[in-house]
């Protein structure tokens, strides 16, 4: 099923015309009293008969008037089957005899439920999110699914917690996307995955973004004292890496410019004492050597 667009009336001009036969009926209907007091029953009887007739006309046409407000459409049925859909703004005016059901095209966003679920490690974590999103096929909306409210609703449930179970918490590998690392590209993932389960409703999202993302509080305290031993251990990983880089290249830069010649005894004391300087938490005391370089 897709969005076909229908021509409507514009309602000015119908409304107009059904005010005059309005009008017009209550002149025949004054006509036909006139004629009673002559006591012209047939012209009486002519008159009102005319004068109903035009009266139920007039109704049935104005029955088809209705209303469009910005950013709204009216999908339009005859027995049962589509016929289209319109969006044009304002008092339009269609066949009296079709249904007409009220599809606002306008943005909308909820905030799904916090989902208990467990991530690629296993870790169980709550993780919620929000989603922004619009109709765009009014069509698909009423009638390939049974409501599309709650239909965009669970798929998005769905796709949140299929995504959670697709990617680590947290992790210190940057070649690794994790929930709280990396929120613009899991945002990406999923808003992507999201459209895809509701794209058959005629919906489009707009954004959706993580909204809360934690710890399942039974191992809140243990997951935090991981996290900061992890944390600790990146970041010894990174000192010690640069260290080396810097004493090898410390050793190289001597070694080009002549600045001393060392043994490999001498050379093993200094890195020793580079690394000492480069790895160590506190600031480095330095002892002065007032001898030789042996001594």
Not at 38 to 57: E, M, Q, R
Not at 80 to 90: K, M
Request: aromatic share 6%; proline share 3%; net charge neutral.
């Amino acid at each position: 099923m897709r969005e076909k667009k229908i021509l409507s009336v514009p309602g000015g001009v119908i409304l107009l015309l059904g005010l005059a036969a309005m009008a017009g009926a209550g002149w025949l209907v004054k006509l036909a009293a006139d004629a009673g007091r002559v006591h012209d029953v047939s012209t009486a009887a002519t008159y009102g008969v005319f004068a109903g007739a035009i009266v139920l006309a007039a109704i049935v046409v104005l029955a088809g008037l209705f209303v469009v407000n910005p950013n709204e459409a009216r999908v339009l049925q005859f027995f049962g089957r589509y016929v289209g859909t319109t969006r044009d703004e304002g008092l339009r005016w269609a066949n009296p005899f079709y249904s007409k059901r009220t599809i606002s095209l306008r943005a909308r966003n909820f905030e799904t439920q916090k989902i208990k679920v467990n991530d690629v490690e296993g870790n169980p974590i709550e993780i919620g999110a929000i989603v922004t999103w619009r109709v765009v096929d009014s069509a698909q909306a009423c009638f390939d699914v049974q409501d599309y409210g709650s239909f965009v609703t669970v798929q998005a449930e769905a796709a949140v917690r299929n995504l959670a179970t697709h990617h680590p918490y947290d992790t210190h590998d940057d070649k690794l996307i994790s929930l709280r690392g990396h929120t613009d590209t899991i945002a990406t993932q999923l808003e992507k995955e999201i459209q895809e389960r509701i794209g058959k409703a005629g919906v489009e999202v707009i954004e959706a973004r993580i909204a809360h993302l934690a710890y399942a509080p039974e191992i809140a305290q243990a997951m935090l004292q991981r996290q900061q031993a992890g944390a600790i251990i990146a970041a010894r990983t990174r000192i010690v890496e640069g260290a080396v880089g810097m004493v090898e290249m410390a050793l190289k830069r001597l070694a080009e410019a002549n600045v001393v010649e060392l043994d490999p005894e001498r050379k093993a004391a200094m890195v020793s004492n580079l690394l000492v300087v480069l790895c160590g938490e506190r600031g480095a005391q330095p002892v002065l050597n007032a001898g030789t370089l042996y001594s």
